[in-house]
């Protein structure tokens, strides 16, 4: 144990290629789809917040429920999706970090947000009124609370990238784990466990646990200026 | 500033995207995991890139999800090892040019200490026969490959059921997944002796049975059909199946050693 | 907008009588207070005449129309400040009019000057005193250009300097030709800026007075009790 685990640091300590083009496709998949659902799910989740429209209440469940979907679940959709034999085929899309951040944006989407529903609807409740008085348009709304409510949103952003970089089951249906191409760190840790090799696994799951830790410092450190800037 | 931020958050999915997009040729290639895990791809494709700069991208599959694959026109080179699927595939207008590539040898793995006693024979049958008799464990990879296509034909040749048998798991994983678990449970299992020279982490296993000559595990390369699936690569595709069925490509398979020893044998008919 | 009326209006949240009957016109001149203790209706009445509420029975009419006018500010009992700068929320109400970002940091740094914030204006609003962030709320409806400006409560936590801050501003928002309708429980106050009162106790309005006669000669038992600082709570009145 202890051998391996002096290994995996040294594949670390002289930056291997092999990890930096893996940590580095992972970190381009995860910023773009994360990305994606930001300007996809901010948006939305903030009109659920606001706006009043039959179905509302089902469309919040639905996002909510969406928050767990499975991520080998909408690997096998974005697969079929995608398959040459499927709808999409004709871009030859499959097998490719497109295909990747395609799928990883579904999966974060719902979790953009439900998060942003959330968070702005605790402050719509303070400023509804206020709003009303200033004739606000739905678009006035959604932009204001949205720009107020910047900082917890950043947390949710950061959420959405952890959730992305921890993902694999999607990422290994759509994208072939293919080396040096579509071989993220968490598919190349299962590949390499499977394999018995465990240095490379374990120097992997260094990273990803630190890349983890430091999202989530991040989003404390920023919640603490915050505070102290703005009150 | 805020517009100038506004500006980069929407640019950035574009240029990620964007850098993803490779001016270089390549194809799509389907195998299987055992192959890919033997390290035999990562030893034989960067000379073929070198020479053709056709860059080969290897999507690692059991042999039933990459004839799949190629069903589905999702690849445009195939090289698995289950000559009746093969066979099957090109006769359903799936597949064309099949050729032979390679062979190697299944080997039956299992605790040092034996219990089923398969060392002492060197008929594969007869092993399975003595398994099904005892209490050892095997572990099925359970996953349409072409190893458990294999172990299939023999349990059938020995007349026996294995879901029958209470000592029989299926797995419904590749080949290092399925040695690791038989590694840990003490179990015996049918292997593919690629994948078992590169496997780290024997633990109590060693080899019980080998040599048979149905034991005999035959590659076979094939483009997938352009007729059915006009995107396909074909002309980069039959360079590679030329290239890997010529004396040169012979050549680096047989070259592949692990330990000093060779993995895969050529194959391929002159 | 003008006249305003609200006929035989009633509020009943939950079957709680907090306004039952009123009857009340306000047409475009001075500064309006409606005086009366704690719980007697107060806040829902300004509401009922901005349109941010609906009345359960009767009706409210803005010039004869049922729509809620356009042109009405309200500056709250606790003004709502965003996680921006003190000019940023001075703005917030210009917002809908689609002006170009230059335009309206100018014309809130105008207004801001003329309460006397101007020089805060980068700060974080939500650091501001107690004062500072009335007079804020005041400066950021002042921009609105109001017709007609609600407060609710404008002094209700603010020491006697400040008080006297906010009073000048509204006296001078009324210099700029706002209509305004204020409530208070301040007696004072009530006097200093007042030109008339409505009385209200109980949910219902008990009198409307000028407010020169109102603090000398008030018409209603409930008033009198109440300028003498001593009404009851419950109120039953048999004359």
């Known amino acids: 144990m202890a051998d391996t685990l002096i290994e995996a640091l040294a594949l670390l300590l002289h930056l291997d290629p092999q990890v930096l083009v893996i940590v580095w496709l992972s970190f381009r998949v995860g910023i773009a789809a994360v990305t994606l659902a930001t300007l996809i799910g901010l948006p939305l989740g903030a009109f659920v917040a606001v706006a009043r429209f039959p179905g509302r209440d089902a469309l919040t469940v639905f996002l909510n429920a969406m928050m767990g979907l499975p991520s080998v679940v909408v690997g096998v959709i974005v697969y079929l999706l995608l398959s040459r034999s499927g709808p999409l085929g004709s871009f030859g899309l499959l097998f490719s970090p497109p295909a990747m951040i395609l799928a990883q944006t579904i999966l974060v989407v719902p979790l953009m947000a439900a998060l942003t529903r959330q968070i702005v609807e605790d402050a719509w409740r303070d400023y509804a009124q206020e709003f009303r008085s200033m004739r606000y348009s739905l678009a006035d709304n959604v932009g204001t609370l949205l720009y107020d409510c910047r900082f917890s949103l950043v947390v949710a952003l950061l959420a959405g990238m952890g959730r992305s970089m921890s993902e694999v089951g999607a990422v290994m249906i759509v994208g072939g784990n293919i080396e040096g191409f579509t071989r993220t760190m968490t598919t190349a840790i299962a590949l390499e466990t499977a394999k018995g090799d465990l240095p490379l696994s374990i120097a992997l799951g260094i990273v990803l646990i630190a890349v983890v830790l430091a999202l989530n410092t991040a989003a404390f450190g920023l919640r603490r200026w915050a505070m102290r800037r703005y009150g | 500033m805020a517009n100038l931020v506004r500006r980069l958050i929407l640019t950035l999915p574009l240029l990620l995207l964007g850098a993803v997009a490779y001016a270089e040729e390549s194809i799509v290639l389907a195998s299987t995991t055992s192959t890919d895990q033997s390290g035999l791809f990562g030893f034989m494709l960067p000379k073929f890139e070198a020479k053709t700069g056709i860059k080969v991208k290897v999507v690692a599959l059991g042999t039933g999800q990459a004839l799949d694959t190629g069903r589905r026109g999702d690849a445009d080179v195939l090289l698995v090892h289950d000559r009746p699927a093969e066979d099957k595939f090109v006769a359903e207008g799936f597949g064309v040019e099949r050729r032979d590539v390679m062979y190697n040898d299944f080997i039956v793995v299992g605790p040092k200490a034996d219990p089923a006693r398969l060392k002492q024979t060197k008929d594969v049958v007869e092993g399975f026969k003595r398994l099904a008799a005892g209490t050892a464990p095997f572990v099925s990879r359970g996953d349409k490959s072409g190893t458990n296509a294999a172990e299939l034909r023999f349990w059938k040749d020995a007349g026996i059921d294995p879901k029958g048998w209470s000592g029989y798991k299926e797995a419904g994983s590749g080949m290092g997944p399925t040695l690791n678990m038989s590694a840990a449970m003490g179990a015996y299992t049918l292997a593919d002796r690629g994948t078992w020279l590169s496997f780290k982490n024997r633990q109590d296993l060693e080899i019980v049975l080998e040599g048979d000559k149905r034991l005999f595990n035959p590659y076979g390369v094939m483009l997938v059909n352009p007729a059915k699936h006009p995107h396909v690569k074909s002309a980069a595709g039959m360079k590679f199946i030329e290239w890997i069925t010529s004396p040169e490509g012979q050549a680096v398979i047989a070259d592949y050693k692990i330990n000093g020893e060779q993995l895969f044998f050529p194959g391929a008919k002159p | ?239």
Request: aromatic share 4%; proline share 6%; charged share 20%.
């Open chain 3, 1 to 239: 907008m003008f006249p305003i009326r609200l006929a035989d209006v009633s509020f009943m949240p939950d079957g709680r009588n907090v306004l039952s009957g009123v009857n009340l016109e306000i047409a475009d001149e001075g500064i309006t207070t409606v005086l009366g203790p704690n719980g007697s209706g107060k806040t829902v009445l300004l509401r009922l005449v901005a349109g941010l509420l609906a009345p359960h029975a009767g009706s409210v009419h803005w010039n004869g129309g049922t729509v809620p006018a356009a042109g009405i500010a309200m500056v709250f009992q606790q003004p709502i400040l965003l996680r921006t700068s003190v000019l940023h929320n001075a703005a917030l109400g210009l917002k809908p009019l689609g002006l170009p970002r230059r335009e309206r940091q100018r014309r809130a740094l105008g207004v801001l000057e003329r309460v006397g914030l101007a020089h805060r204006a980068e700060d974080s609003a939500r650091r501001l005193s107690g004062g500072e962030r009335q007079r804020l709320a005041l400066a950021r409806a002042w921009l609105m250009q109001p017709r007609l400006l609600l407060l609710d409560e404008p002094t209700a936590a603010l020491d006697p300097t400040a008080t006297e801050a906010v009073e000048q501003i509204i006296r001078s928002i009324r210099t700029d030709g706002a209509r305004i309708l204020m409530t208070t429980h301040n007696l004072g106050q009530a006097m200093r800026i007042s030109d008339d009162i409505v009385f209200l106790a109980g949910g219902c309005v008990r009198e409307r007075t000028p407010a020169n006669r109102f603090f000398s000669r008030p018409q209603s038992p409930e008033a009198r009790l109440f300028i003498q600082g001593e009404l009851p709570w419950r109120i039953s009145f048999d004359d």
